[in-house]
């Protein structure tokens, strides 16, 4: 099983910087998905600052989340100074 989201920090052009239960840090673009269903919402760019941590993974208040796994996975990972 892949970690956790732990803690999010949502950064511009539609990118979330991710701290995982593990330790390990990672930064997640949403750019590519914003124009698809009911991701359409996050082009509001105050409603995607709404993002917050939820049962180990990243929700918005609309019932929006990216699966934990694709978080970690497709995420850039980086260091804990970067």
């Not at 892949?2 to 052009?13: C, G, I, T």
């Not at 593990?22 to 709404?50: A, H, P, T």
Request: aromatic letters at 14%; a negative charge.
């Amino acid at each position: 099983m892949n970690p956790r989201v732990k803690s999010v920090l949502v950064l511009n052009d539609y990118k979330l910087s991710l701290v995982f239960t593990n330790g390990e840090r990672g930064i997640y673009d949403c750019s590519e998905f914003i124009e698809f269903g009911v991701f359409k919402e996050f082009k509001k760019y105050g409603y995607f600052q709404l993002a917050k941590v939820e049962h180990g993974t990243v929700i918005w208040p609309h019932e929006q989340d990216i699966c934990p796994d694709t978080l970690y996975l497709d995420s850039e990972k980086v260091s804990a100074e970067g």
